[in-house]
């Protein structure tokens, strides 16, 4: 029986009481600290002070608890998917799950794996699927189905794109001016060499551009095209 279904454990006179729910945010908590790579049951139940062998009447495995961890985070994104016009709901859900990845970055890894089935998620789904279906460029579900997998696959990129490079700054201490510093004078070789002119425009005349800014711009593009596809 799927871990959605499964009842929980009766409660029993022990000296800490358990849950799903409080197995769950301890498995998050340690997760946003030290990643996905180094949970274990060992640690959680450390963390709650029991006994490993008492979590597995609550979850059975590793994939149960990643599964449950997800759905937690997607019960925040839900929150956001209450909206009347059915862009607003897309612009809500994806700006709130891009919100969720930079928090719980873990997450970003989990994306675009195997399907999320859990309450929150399927309702995170439904929502932005009934929305896309309300959007003037799609006319049956062959063209929602390309819709939502057009919105997907860019939200799934830019996020994580986006966490990857924030890890890998925080890990090799790389910040844009000692990256600049390193190896701005190679790159400027480079440049003038006169072979890179598309390059050196971007590098020499284009901003600096805002993560979160740039991210609505590109998802606003997407459903731009999305609405935007002429009859046929």
Excluded at 62 to 84: F, G, K, P
Excluded at 160 to 183: D, F, N
Excluded at 195 to 202: D, E, G, K, N, Q
Aim: charged share 25%; no cysteine.
């Amino acid at each position: 029986m799927p871990v959605w279904e499964r009842p929980e454990p009766q409660p029993r006179a022990a000296p800490v009481p358990l849950s799903r729910a409080k197995i769950v945010a301890t498995a998050i908590h340690l997760a946003d600290d030290q990643g996905l790579d180094v949970l274990s049951v060992r640690k959680i139940a450390k963390e709650l002070g029991v006994g490993p062998m008492r979590l597995y009447d609550y979850v059975t495995s590793r994939s149960e608890l990643l599964d449950l961890m997800v759905d937690a985070v997607y019960a925040q994104i839900a929150e956001a998917a209450q909206h009347a016009e059915w862009r607003a709901t897309v612009l809500a859900v994806v700006h709130r799950t891009r919100t969720a990845a930079l928090d719980h970055e873990w997450f970003a890894d989990l994306l675009g794996g195997r399907p999320h089935l859990g309450p929150h998620a399927l309702a995170v789904g439904e929502a932005t699927a009934a929305a896309l279906d309300q959007a003037p460029g799609v006319r049956d579900v062959d063209e929602l189905q390309r819709a939502l997998g057009a919105l997907n696959s860019f939200m799934i990129g830019a996020i994580r794109r986006e966490v990857t490079e924030r890890r890998t700054a925080r890990s090799t201490g790389t910040e844009l001016a000692a990256w600049q510093t390193s190896l701005g004078p190679y790159l400027t070789r480079m440049l003038k060499t006169g072979r890179y002119p598309t390059v050196a425009r971007l590098v020499i005349d284009g901003a600096h551009l805002d993560a979160e800014e740039t991210f609505h711009h590109n998802l606003t593009t997407i459903l731009d095209g999305i609405t935007g596809r002429p009859a046929r």
